[in-house]
C-alpha cells in the first residue's frame, strides 16, 4: 500500500530542539569554563608561591590584601574630608562625589597595585633562590658523585650529601628524597624540581643526570664532569664581567655624579636669569619709552618645575642605569634591583647639595 511519502518521496524532516534547553547548556558550559578556568589561575598562583618559598594560602593572601586596601581608602577619605573641608568649605555633595570616585576607582587601582607589587617581590625572592641553587650546585653534585662512588644509590646518595650551607637547594632535595621514598620516579621528581626554576644551568645538569641513569654509566664520573663544567662557567662569567668594568664605571659616574651636577647648574643658571630680568626690569622699560628697541625678559621655565623635572629624570636614569649594569656584569636585569634605591639616593642628594653649592657661590657674582 502506497502513501503520499511514498509517491513524493522521503522528506528531510528534523525536529527542531527546544531553544531554551540549548541556551541553558550554553550557559551552563560558559560556567564550568569559567570556573575550570578560574581553579587554574588559583593553581597556578599556588605554584607561583611555592616556587618562592612562602607558605600562604590564596585565600588568606586575597583577604590580606582586601582589608589593606579597604584600610588605606579608609585613611585617605579621612584625610580629603578633613583638608578640603578645613581649607575650601566644600559641601556634603561634593564628598560624596569625591567618596564615590575614591571607593569605585582608587579602590581597585590600588588594589591591582598591591597584586602588582607583591607579584614583583615573589618573583624577586624566585630569583634569589635561583641563583643560590646556582652557586651551591657544583658543591652538592661533587658531593653526591664522591657517595655514589662510595657505593651509595642514586637517591640516597643525594640525600646524604645535603648539607645545611646549601640552603634552599638543600631542602629541595629534601623534598626530592620524601618523593622517592613515598614511591615517585626519581627522574620524575628531578624533572618536577628543574622546572621550578627558570635557571639554564639547573636544567642541563638535571637532563644530562637524567641521560646518564637511562644510559646505565658511571654516575660519579658524571656529576663530576657537571660540576667542572659549572664552576668554569662561573670562571668564564668573572672574566666577561672584568672586561666590561670601563663601560659600567662610565655608567655609573654619568648617571650618580655628572647627571646631578649638570641639572644642578641649569638650575642656578635659570635662577640667574630670573635675578637678571627682575633686576633689569626698569632698565628695558625705561628703554623702550624712550624709543628704543630693548627688552630683555624671564626664563621661561620656572624653578620650582625644573627641579621636579631634574629629580623625576634622575630617578628614571639611575633605575635605567642600575638596570643596564646588571645586565652588562650578570647578564641578566633582576640583579640590579638592589643598586636602585643606593644610585637614586647617592644622585639625587648630590643633586641638592651642587645646586646649594653652586648658588652660594654665584650669588656671590649676581
Given amino acids: 500500500m502506497f502513501s503520499l511519502r511514498n509517491i513524493f518521496g522521503k522528506r528531510n524532516v528534523q525536529e527542531k530542539p527546544d531553544g531554551s534547553i540549548e541556551f541553558f547548556k550554553k550557559k551552563m558550559k560558559k560556567a564550568q569554563q569559567?570556573?575550570?578556568?578560574?581553579?587554574?589561575?588559583?593553581?597556578?598562583?599556588?605554584?607561583y608561591i611555592e616556587r618562592s618559598g612562602l607558605d600562604i594560602e590564596h585565600k588568606r593572601l586575597s583577604r590580606i590584601f582586601f582589608n589593606v586596601a579597604i584600610f588605606t581608602n579608609l585613611g585617605v577619605s579621612a584625610y580629603l574630608i578633613y583638608y578640603f573641608s578645613t581649607n575650601y568649605g566644600i559641601t556634603w555633595s561634593t564628598v560624596v562625589a569625591?567618596?564615590?570616585?575614591?571607593?569605585?576607582?582608587?579602590?581597585?587601582?590600588?588594589?591591582?597595585?598591591i597584586w602588582i607589587l607583591f607579584y614583583l617581590a615573589v618573583d624577586l625572592k624566585i630569583f634569589r633562590r635561583k641563583v643560590d641553587i646556582e652557586?651551591?650546585?657544583?658543591?652538592?653534585l661533587e658531593l653526591t658523585a664522591s657517595n655514589i662512588n662510595a657505593g651509595v644509590t642514586i637517591d640516597k646518595a643525594m640525600w646524604f650529601a645535603v648539607r645545611p650551607r646549601f640552603g634552599v637547594l638543600a631542602k629541595e632535595i629534601e623534598n626530592i628524597a620524601k618523593e622517592t621514598m613515598s614511591g615517585a620516579d626519581l627522574k620524575s621528581a628531578l624533572e618536577r624540581f628543574a622546572g621550578r626554576y627558570d635557571s639554564a644551568i639547573l636544567k642541563r645538569s638535571v637532563n644530562m643526570l637524567n641521560e646518564g641513569i637511562e644510559a646505565g654509566g658511571k654516575i660519579g664520573d658524571l656529576l663530576n664532569r657537571i660540576a667542572l663544567d659549572i664552576q668554569e662557567q662561573k670562571a668564564?662569567?668573572?672574566?666577561?664581567?672584568?672586561?666590561?668594568?670601563?663601560?659600567?664605571?662610565?655608567?655609573s659616574f654619568a648617571a650618580v655624579v655628572a647627571a646631578p651636577m649638570l641639572f644642578a647648574l641649569?638650575?642656578?643658571?635659570?635662577?640667574?636669569?630670573?635675578?637678571?630680568?627682575?633686576?633689569?626690569?626698569?632698565?628695558?622699560?625705561?628703554?623702550?619709552?624712550?624709543?628704543?628697541?630693548?627688552?630683555?625678559?624671564?626664563?621661561?621655565?620656572?624653578?620650582?618645575?625644573?627641579?621636579?623635572?631634574?629629580?623625576?629624570?634622575?630617578?628614571?636614569?639611575?633605575?635605567?642605569?642600575?638596570?643596564?649594569?646588571?645586565?652588562i656584569k650578570k647578564g641578566n636585569a633582576k640583579s640590579g634591583i638592589k643598586f636602585i634605591p643606593m644610585f637614586i639616593i647617592i644622585s639625587v642628594t648630590l643633586y641638592f647639595a651642587a645646586q646649594g653649592i653652586a648658588g652660594k657661590l654665584i650669588g656671590l657674582f649676581f
Fill in 34 to 47: 569559567k570556573q575550570a578556568d578560574a581553579q587554574h589561575r588559583k593553581q597556578r598562583l599556588k605554584q
Fill in 98 to 113: 569625591s567618596m564615590l570616585v575614591l571607593w569605585f576607582l582608587i579602590f581597585f587601582l590600588l588594589l591591582f597595585a
Fill in 135 to 140: 652557586e651551591v650546585l657544583p658543591d652538592f
Fill in 236 to 251: 668564564l662569567f668573572k672574566e666577561m664581567s672584568a672586561n666590561v668594568t670601563t663601560y659600567v664605571i662610565f655608567i
Fill in 266 to 327: 641649569s638650575g642656578v643658571l635659570i635662577q640667574v636669569v630670573q635675578n637678571l630680568s627682575s633686576a633689569l626690569g626698569s632698565t628695558t622699560s625705561a628703554a623702550a619709552n624712550s624709543g628704543i628697541p630693548l627688552t630683555f625678559s624671564g626664563a621661561g621655565v620656572k624653578l620650582t618645575d625644573f627641579k621636579i623635572f631634574a629629580v623625576f629624570s634622575l630617578v628614571l636614569s639611575s633605575l635605567f642605569s642600575a638596570i643596564m649594569i646588571s645586565t
